[in-house]
């Protein structure tokens, strides 16, 4: 019995950190990405959990996981199981605020802890004044938000956001952005001290 095999490579990930696994020119057979501690696939047979295998789950090398998550869409593309995509179909698109945010990321399940966890990190997100586009991902998966202080947009991971050891967030807030206008780490120290009461008790 034989394998086939195919060359494969990883694309430019998206604002939600899906790398796009590409054959030949540019062709997509699907996207790879990781969701908590689990790498997913995004293939033309919908998505898949890879768990956490020796390869999938070294720590400080995502970029060696995703290759080896990506290893199994491209046997399944050689296996004739899946077919080619477009980039569009495993490119996650920038949220557009339209209406009211769910309190939860659609992978997150609504169990009585994840509710009170996203509670607990939406009220902090209000006070610290970050508008969140989409629903509460877990700490360590990238949301989309808008800095209400000078209107930058972009994923944050809360596991970032959030201050270390009972003490407050830093004012540093994000990165500088053309496309918003927005300085980097925000309108400086003592503007986001001015503007966010939090930092004045």
Known sequence: MTTTTLAYRLGEPDWEQRYPVL??????IGAVFRWHRDWLTLTSEGESNLGRGPALGRRGVPRAAALAAAGQV????????ITAMTLADVTAAV?????????????????????????????AQALFRWKPYTGFPGSD???WQ????????????WSHQRGRNGELPSTH??????????PAGCVGDAKVRELITAYQQ
Request: charged letters at 20%; aromatic letters at 4%.
């Open 146 to 157: 808008e800095c209400e202080l000078c209107g930058w947009q972009g994923p944050r991971y």
């Open 23 to 28: 054959i030949g020119t540019d062709t997509v």
């Open 74 to 81: 491209a046997a399944e593309c050689a296996a004739g199981r």
């Open 95 to 123: 949220p557009v605020l339209d209406g009211p945010v769910p309190l939860l990321h659609p992978r997150m399940p609504q169990s009585p802890r994840n509710i009170e966890a996203a509670e607990k990190v939406a009220a």
């Open 141 to 143: 998966n990238p949301q």
């Open 173 to 182: 807030r994000h990165p500088a952005s053309e496309q918003f206008g927005a």
